[in-house]
């Protein structure tokens, strides 16, 4: 047997040992993004549950994977950097979470400036002479979403079979509100040991708007506060950007050196602490 002969057989046994780990690590990565993938659309599907919004979440998460891909990509064609891509891409890959985050907060908060309306109608109805369950039936009528679907949710629930204090004990899971607590405890007592449910709602309605009106101007007295830190963590970036159109060869050594990219971290870290402790000094909570 020539030597030919014996580097072929070397060459055809290094490639198919090369073809059977690339097929083992193949499978490997496979399994793991099919696990990934699998409590992904877990989480998500029930945010989306939580805010109403009917959408695949398998989609929502090759829509989350095509962003990543993208952003890495981006990067490698402007900045030419493997560092700065990876950046890029973890940046994309948050997106589609901060986008739900985005929505459940727009939620919620549209949620409690309907609250004080609901308590006020819901008392209206009971003086009325309607029960409780038919009160909540004119709120789902009367009033948009989303107090509306919330409360019609839990009409559905107490119709199937599911107890009037387990449906309420559900809406609180998907509404962490300090007001709706307060309105299912009160719910809660009249229902074991009695009470009047009218002027209980009337109490909190008012105490709800009170407080309503003391956050409205706290954020008012504090809203210097918070534009300066936004306006201060956005500056260096904004600058950056300036310097960087009006001449390149100023900005490109932070960009394509090692210490300038040590340097854009430690700008980056120290304007998100900044930006992190004035918000956190400038919340109050009420």
């Known amino acids: 047997m020539n ?16 073809t059977y780990l690339a097929w083992i690590i193949a499978g490997f990565i496979q399994k793991k993004m099919k696990s990934y993938e699998d409590a992904y659309v877990d989480g998500v599907s029930k945010s989306l549950d939580e805010i109403f919004i009917f959408m695949d ?15 890495f990509l981006f990067g490698l064609l402007v900045f030419k950097s493997l560092y700065y891509s990876i950046i890029l891409g973890v940046i994309g890959f ?20 309907q ?37 019609g949710l839990v009409l559905r629930e107490y119709r199937v079979g599911v107890s009037f204090d387990e449906a309420l004990k559900n809406l609180l899971k998907r509404i962490h509100s ?5 309105m299912v405890t009160a719910i809660n007592i009249v229902h074991s040991i009695g009470g009047n449910l009218r002027d209980i709602f009337d109490t909190i309605a008012k105490m709800v708007t009170e ?15 918070r534009s300066q830190a936004l306006i201060v963590g956005l500056l ?15 900005i490109l050594p932070l960009l394509n050196t090692t210490l ?8 980056l870290t120290l304007q998100a602490t900044g930006y992190i402790m004035i918000k956190k000094i400038m919340s109050i909570e009420v």
């Open 236 to 250: 260096p970036m904004f600058l950056g950007g300036v310097f960087f159109i009006m001449d390149p060869s100023l």
């Open 115 to 151: 609250f004080v309306d609901a308590l006020i109608l819901l008392s209206n109805a009971l003086k009325s002479g309607l029960t409780l369950v038919q009160s909540i039936e004119v709120l789902e009528n009367e009033l948009e979403p989303p107090i509306s679907q919330e409360f």
């Open 3 to 18: 030597d030919m002969m014996v580097k072929a057989i070397i060459y055809i046994m290094i490639f198919l040992s090369a």
């Open 211 to 225: 407080r309503h009106k003391l956050e409205l101007k706290t954020s008012a007295l504090t809203a210097q506060g």
């Open 94 to 113: 948050f997106i589609p979470k901060l986008y739900l985050r985005r929505a459940k907060n727009k939620r919620h908060q549209q949620f409690e400036n």
């Open 57 to 71: 979440p398998r989609k929502l998460f090759q829509l989350n994977v095509a962003i990543t891909v993208l952003f």
């Open 178 to 182: 300090e007001d709706l607590n307060l």
């Open 260 to 267: 300038g990219n040590i340097g854009i971290g430690a700008i």
